[in-house]
């Protein structure tokens, strides 16, 4: 079958290089972005007298039952087609006979695809804001739920402080935030109507482009043609900021990962979201969680493939920016369902705070507490660190902790100490002692989940 390029050549290429060269597979996730900007671009022409009126009612009409037809199931892709944009072109001409050849006029398919594509991951990025949104509240709701709950922070894998359950989830609803907001920025530069550039140079004819772009929901309008048909510096934006955000989730499922395990065994996950094994009855394994982590290393991979794509392509269009799609909608698709599976891993999960507990009080996390006793005291810090450390060794040697270390054995290493140290190095004390802004006690919690949560409502 001869293309509707056909003029220069003849048209017909071999059913191999057809293949190759087609993207209908992929791009045709973008028929209703196509046939939306076809739509508008039918009633620019029509409003800047470049078609008749009765020519831009008969194509409207044209594409809004094409557009149905996909929708309802009645009309599958023709997988010959080239693209999407060669494949509603050639259902419109069909269906309405040379009118539908006037629709092409004064649009290149360069500045068509880049118009497809910006229009489709404006909507897809209101989704993902949408579904990060949801998960920041599942944070915050599960915070708020084991916002007094005591387990040992750790620097290095090693216990180091106690904080509360609730503390560490607002942790990654803070990382989640920084996400969103980024998210936001990118959207901002994506909502730039290319349309009109044409194939790279614009065109003879008396467009109005900032009609068209207004007409789709676009900000303004690209102001170099050659950039316009030519970057996806949008694509690689939002690549970056999804690869930022799998990367919080896959630190926060290696976290699920540790804490469910016996070693651990700080949460319970869901059999809703863990699986078992073919051989050892015994295991549930959070396949969902180490799933998330292992999706991280794919979005990284989908955004350096179009980073490389990219950096050696001259001005303007080139074939290669065919690549630009799969890896961005793979990138898209994974997140929305990692996003979906995180929210529900949170929103069933229990955590078990008397093993928590348990664990915070066998670390030596109130060590610096301590020594901050001293420090209260009057004794200067450097002093009272190496005290400090010398009677978390003597602890260790007597299998104590200091809890229960002897008043008068810790008298030998100052006169300093008294009755009330017990008190202080209690972990309930040591974590509401932490009354700093964004600190681990129940108040400044409680403060940080109302910040969230007055966020999520605005």
Known sequence: MAKMWAGRTGGVTEKLADDFNSSIRFDCKMYREDITGS????????????????????????LEGILGDIDNGKLDFDPDCEDIHMFVEQVL????????????????RNDQVALDIRMYLRARTDEIIEKTNNLIEAFTNKANEYK??????YTHLQRAQPITFGHHLMAYAMMLLRDVDRLHDCRKRMNISPIGCCALAGTTYNT???????????????????????????????????????????????????WSSWEFKFVELSDSYTTGSSIMPQKKNPDMAELVRGK???????????????????????????????????????????????????????????????????????????????VKKGMPFRQAYKISGSIVADCIKKELVLETYPLEEYKKHSDIFEDDLYTEIDLKTCVEKRISEGGTSV??????IKYVKELLNK
């Not at 470049?50 to 008969?58: F, S, T, V, Y």
């Not at 007409?215 to 030519?230: E, K, P, Q």
């Not at 050696?312 to 369902?337: H, R």
């Not at 108040?443 to 940080?448: L, N, P, R, Y």
């Open 39 to 62: 739509i508008a671009h039918a009633k620019m022409l029509a409003k800047c007298g470049i078609i008749e009126e009765c020519d831009k009612d008969e194509l409207v009409a044209g």
């Open 93 to 108: 001409t069909e269906r309405i006979g040379d009118v539908g050849k006037k629709l092409h006029t004064a649009r290149s």
């Open 148 to 153: 007094a709950a005591i387990m040992p922070g």
């Open 208 to 258: 109005d482009r900032r009609y068209e772009a207004e007409l789709l929901g676009f900000d303004g309008i690209t102001l170099n043609s050659l950039d316009g048909v030519s970057d996806r510096d949008f694509s690689v934006e939002l690549m970056s900021d999804i690869a930022l955000m799998m990367m919080h989730l896959s630190r926060f499922s290696e976290e699920l990962i540790l």
């Open 296 to 374: 991280t290393g794919r979005v990284y991979g989908d955004l350096t493939t179009l980073l490389t794509s990219l950096k050696g392509l001259p001005l303007a269009y080139n074939k290669d920016m065919q690549e630009d799609k799969e890896c961005v909608f793979d990138s898209v698709e994974t997140v929305i369902m990692c996003l979906d599976i995180t929210k529900g891993m949170i929103e069933t999960m229990k955590a078990l705070p008397d093993n928590m507990l348990k664990a915070a009080q066998k670390g030596f996390i109130n060590a610096t507490d301590l020594a901050d006793y001293l």
């Open 443 to 448: 108040g400044s919690v409680e403060a940080q």
